[in-house]
């Protein structure tokens, strides 16, 4: 009986939703790229990346006591390098990248894109308006994500090869303390 009350009730919500959301998509992959990125940043932690920061510190602290000797010198020239080179990357980790401002600043523009999700669903916005703030969000965002992926990468790199190294440099400096070994 109602059919065409029904029938003009869904044509309404199928016309808002498609006026409201000519960005979703964009805003819903944004958002996932975000989180993804956040996630990234977070789990690191939970890998393990303080305990091997810690195992670098007594490795190159150890690495200061060893006295040059030409008998060494390959692994003054080769071993104390890929230390040297680990280390630094994971003291810049800690020191020089700000993780605490690269979450803060994640979760500040994650927060933002879904206010805007909200304004553009519920018609708050024009097409336009939502199309110049998203861009702004992309601007902000983009750049960040790659940072913040591609430096979680790069420190999982050195953690997966952070335990096979710790091995190796204790038993060559085993070896090099007492060559019976």
């Not at 016309?15 to 979703?24: D, E, F, G, K, Q």
């Not at 040059?68 to 010198?73: A, G, I």
């Not at 702004?136 to 979680?152: D, F, G, H, M, R």
Request: with cysteine; aromatic share 8%.
């Amino acid at each position: 009986m109602n059919h065409p009350a029904l029938f003009l009730t869904a044509c309404i919500a199928g016309t808002l939703i498609a006026c409201s959301s000519p960005y979703a998509s964009e805003m819903d992959l944004l958002l996932t790229e975000s989180h993804g990125a956040l996630v990234a940043l977070q789990s690191l932690h939970e890998e393990g990346i303080e305990a091997d920061y810690a195992d670098l510190e007594r490795r190159a602290s150890i690495a200061r006591t060893k006295p040059f000797d030409s008998v060494h010198e390959t692994f003054f020239r080769n071993e104390f390098e890929v230390l040297k080179y680990h280390y630094r990357q994971t003291s810049r980790w800690f020191e020089l990248q700000s993780e605490v401002e690269w979450e803060a600043a994640l979760k500040f523009g994650i927060q933002q894109v879904e206010n805007l999700q909200h304004d553009a669903a519920n018609g708050l916005l024009d097409d336009e308006a939502v199309r110049q703030a998203l861009e702004a969000e992309k601007n902000a965002l983009l750049p960040l994500i790659a940072e913040v992926k591609t430096s979680c990468a790069a420190m999982r790199e050195l953690m997966a090869q952070h335990d096979s190294l710790d091995n190796h440099w204790q038993m060559m400096w085993d070896r090099w303390e007492n060559p019976t070994l």
